[in-house]
């Protein structure tokens, strides 16, 4: 079973650039999360869809970033404009029942 | 949240085992305990998880005291593979809310 996919996995740019984050979940998933980690600290999430839905994005930082998932399968996330705060390591994760299952993550840094 | 708290670091000698104490004292009826791990440059995964009664699986084992307020993770023998960030999560409507977790270290 291929797990969850991500791309890219690594991407530099400069503060006040956008970036964007691509994750494919496992097939059949319904429910994809999009989750920050910056180093040192444990993920936080920041967004979960079921299907096309949002279901919680109350720690989504609005004014700067924006998911969606077209069709309830592919999202993407975006970052507009970046700030150095940003850097961190960006995860998808999707699961069908209790178990979430997590794609390797893209390593965000801002310069 | 429901907060859980967890050593910082543990370290452990290989092909023994490794217990992961876990304390969450304000764990309501609903909430199921969850156990993930991660290795250095990888994404979560995930170990075990329960809800009242005690869990094994081929990965490890999960011990739930009584009164639900503490949980014990069982590494029955660590292999340097085991060697990772350990996270106890109290999941409600399928959501983690991970804290620090417990560094595990092991020694060849």
Redesign the interface.
């Known amino acids: 079973e291929a797990g969850v996919a991500q791309s890219p996995r690594y991407k530099i740019i400069e503060k006040r650039q956008s970036v964007a984050f691509w994750c494919n979940p496992i097939s059949g998933h319904a429910t994809l999360y999009w989750y920050q980690q910056i180093l040192g600290q444990g993920p936080k999430l920041l967004i979960q869809f079921q299907n096309n839905g949002v279901v919680d994005d109350s720690q989504l930082p609005k004014d700067r970033f924006s998911a969606e998932r077209l069709k309830g399968v592919d999202s993407t996330l975006k970052i507009q404009p970046a700030k150095l705060e940003d850097s961190a390591v960006y995860l998808c994760a999707s699961s069908f029942s209790e178990t979430q299952y997590f794609g390797p993550g893209t390593r965000l840094l801002v310069l | 949240d429901a907060k859980t708290t967890q050593p910082n670091s543990m370290e452990s000698n290989e092909e023994e085992p490794v217990h992961l104490p876990c304390n969450h004292s304000t764990i309501s009826g609903t909430d199921?305990i969850?156990w993930?791990r991660q290795l250095p440059?990888?994404?979560?995964?995930?170990v075990i998880?329960g809800l009242t009664s005690n869990v094994n699986n081929r990965m490890a084992s999960l011990a739930i005291a009584e009164d639900r307020k503490s949980s014990t993770l069982i590494l029955h023998r660590a292999t340097l593979r085991d060697a990772a960030?350990y996270?106890c999560i109290l999941?409600y409507d399928?959501?983690?809310?991970?804290?620090?977790?417990t560094t595990v270290t092991v020694r060849a």
């Open positions: 199921y969850h993930y440059s990888q994404g979560p995964e995930y998880h960030v996270y999941s399928y959501k983690l809310s991970f804290g620090a977790g």
